[in-house]
C-alpha cells in the first residue's frame, strides 16, 4: 500500500510537459493507420508472432545473449486464435547467460507448434560478443540450429478413404538455419536489427523433398527500438517499436507493433501495442514479484478481420533470473 502511496503522490509531481508528452504518444499509439497488408494466417517455424517479445529479446536476435548480465531463464505459453478448432498453440522455453569475461554471452532457444495436425519443433543456440560503446555496449549475435516439422494426416476425416493426397503423413523435415543480429543496449535506450533466418526451404512437389535455397534479399530484416522515460522516481515510461521488413521481390512490411509500457515502482508494468499487420490490439500485465522473477500475461484483440472467426490470443509468461547482479537497486528494463 505504501508503494501505491508514493506512486499517487510521485503522479501529483509530475510537470505539465511530460504530461503532455503522455497525450502525444497516446494519440500516436492509436492514430497510426494499417498497413495495406492482408491478415497473416502463415506461421514461420523459425519465428512465430509473440507479443512479449520485449521480457526476451532472444525471441528475435541473437546479439541478446548475455545482456542482462544474469542467467535468465524463460517460459512461455501462447494459445493464438481462440476459438478456433485446432489453432495453433506455441510453447518455448530460453536460457541465455554471460561468461566471465562479461564479453561473451551464449543462449539456448526451444520452440514447440502445433497447428491442426502439423507439429514442429525448433532449437537454436546463440552466441554473441559485447564491445562496450560509450555509456552503453553493441553486441553482434550468431545463431544456428534447425526446425523440425511433420504433419499426420490419419486423423482426417475423407470421403474418399483412399484419396491418394491423406493416405500417408508426410515424412518429418529437418530445417537447418543459421541467422545473425547488432543489439545496442544501456541504461537508458535499446536498438537493434537481426536476420532470423539466411535459409529459405520449398518443397518440390514432383519428388515431395523440401529444398533449401538462397538468393540475397530473400529474408526478413527485423527492427526493434525504445527507450526508457523517468517520469518520477516510482513511474516510468518505456516506449518501442517493432518492424518486420520483408526483402523479397514484393518488399512490403510484414509486421509493425507500436508498444508502450507504464512502469509502477518497478513493481507492475501495464501496457499496450498496436500490430497494424494483424490489425490486433495487445493489451499486456507483467508483474516483477521480486528482483528475480516476473510473471506476465497479455491478451491480443483482432479488429480486423479475424475478429469475425477468433475470440482474440492469449500469452503467459515466466521469468527468473539466478544470482543477483539484477538487484532491487539496480533493476534491468532492457
Known amino acids: 500500500m505504501s508503494r ?19 497525450f502525444c504518444f497516446l494519440w500516436v499509439f492509436t492514430s497510426v493507420p494499417g498497413q495495406a497488408v492482408p491478415d497473416s494466417t ?9 507479443s512479449q ?20 531463464t524463460f517460459l512461455s505459453y501462447r494459445i493464438q486464435w481462440m476459438g478456433i478448432p485446432d489453432a495453433p498453440v506455441f510453447q518455448t522455453i530460453s536460457l541465455n547467460a554471460p561468461m566471465k569475461n562479461d564479453k561473451v554471452g551464449l543462449g539456448l532457444m526451444a520452440q514447440f507448434m502445433k497447428f491442426g495436425f502439423t507439429k514442429s519443433q525448433s532449437i537454436y ?42 493416405i ?7 530445417l537447418p538455419n543459421v541467422g545473425a543480429g547488432i543489439y545496442y543496449f544501456s541504461e537508458k535506450l535499446f536498438a537493434g536489427v537481426s536476420v532470423p533466418s539466411f535459409l529459405s526451404y520449398r518443397k518440390n512437389t514432383s519428388t515431395g523433398s523440401v529444398e533449401a535455397y538462397h538468393s540475397f534479399g530473400n529474408y526478413d530484416l527485423i527492427f526493434s527500438g525504445g527507450g526508457l522515460i523517468t517520469l518520477s522516481e516510482g513511474f516510468k515510461f518505456k516506449p518501442s517499436v517493432l518492424i518486420d521488413y520483408s526483402l523479397e521481390k514484393t518488399k512490403k512490411l510484414t509486421q509493425f507493433d507500436i508498444n508502450g509500457n507504464f512502469i509502477i515502482e518497478d513493481l507492475i508494468w501495464v501496457g499496450g501495442s498496436w500490430r497494424t499487420s494483424e490489425q490486433v490490439a495487445v493489451g499486456i500485465l507483467q508483474v516483477q514479484l521480486n528482483p528475480q522473477l516476473m510473471f506476465g500475461f497479455s491478451y491480443d484483440y483482432p479488429v480486423g478481420k479475424m475478429n469475425s472467426y477468433s475470440k482474440g490470443s ?8 539466478f544470482g543477483y547482479k539484477v538487484s532491487a537497486a539496480n533493476p534491468r528494463y532492457f
Open 125 to 166: 543456440a546463440s552466441y554473441a560478443y559485447h564491445i562496450r560503446l560509450g555509456r552503453g555496449r553493441i553486441s553482434f549475435g550468431l545463431k544456428g540450429g534447425f526446425d523440425r516439422s511433420n504433419t499426420d494426416y490419419s486423423g482426417i476425416l475423407t470421403t474418399d478413404k483412399n484419396d491418394p493426397v491423406f
Open 168 to 174: 500417408s503423413s508426410d515424412k518429418p523435415y529437418f
Open 53 to 72: 517479445y520485449l521480457q526476451n529479446g532472444l525471441l528475435i536476435n541473437p546479439a541478446y545473449a548475455g545482456s542482462r548480465g544474469a542467467l535468465s
Open 314 to 321: 492469449s500469452e503467459f509468461i515466466l521469468r527468473y533470473e
Open 4 to 22: 501505491l502511496l508514493h506512486f499517487y503522490s510521485d503522479l501529483q509531481r509530475m510537470n505539465k510537459s511530460k504530461i503532455v508528452f503522455f
Open 42 to 50: 502463415g506461421i514461420s517455424l523459425g519465428y512465430p508472432v509473440y
